[in-house]
């Protein structure tokens, strides 16, 4: 199934056990309030579907993995109430994740920012090939990684996450995203990367789901507070992006 969105689109496919969900939009990825909408929707369907065993997240392509946010969208918020409403769509993709009882491998081909290293974040398991490298751009950009950050927080620590937050043009490689524990695997080539995704989906199809449903629940502990706590930071992010230093930084990276 395929649910095309403004050139882009989200697509499932079920086989054998694994759900495969997968977006694509043409400007490297980003992800607009749709795609987040849609994905958030298929995370929910396949957490109920008796027979989705694992979910595989990934991006078309063999290039970079997500470029975060939609700039247009960010440059045309004009309230806070819209400008909460689209930091909400990273809210509820997040909290989607975290909910679903089957385990969450990502495939992680190329470059990963903002939002997208969040969804890397809320993946349970993720698997990456060379050149994957990272950043957070969000303090640059006149907000910061508010939504997205309770998870990568979770995900890398503390220490490592401010450091992504606070120097937020610097581009951290892919062997740093793995040494902080936000890539379980990192291969050097993609063909490397594919055929251990492939291999521990197939195992992972075939297990216990309710001992991996138990294993998640004790993976997330903690976090049962975050429909809440994420929508609040949806608010802080939706009244920074319309100050006049966002206003004029956005404009500056979309002229680029």
Known sequence: MITEIH???????????????????????????KILDELAKEFHFAGHDEDTKVIVLRSAGDRGFCGGASFDEL?????EEEGFQFFSGFAHVINAMRKCPQFILV???GKCVGGGVGLVAASDYAIAAAGAEIRLSELALGFGP??????IEKKIGNSAFSQL???????????WARKKGLYAELHD??????????RLSGNLARFNPRAMAEMKKMFWKGTENWDQLLLERATISGRLVLSEYSRQAIAKFKNK
């Open 146 to 151: 508010f939504v997205v950050g309770a998870a």
């Open 75 to 79: 440059a045309a918020v004009k309230t």
């Open 189 to 198: 080539s993609i063909d490397g990367m594919d055929e251990s995704l492939l």
């Open 165 to 175: 937050a606070i120097d937020s043009t610097l581009w951290r490689n892919a062997d």
């Open 107 to 109: 495939r992680v081909q």
């Open 7 to 33: 050139n882009g689109y989200v697509k499932v496919e079920k086989r054998n056990g694994v759900t495969t969900i997968e977006f694509y939009h043409p400007q490297g990825n980003s992800l607009p309030s």
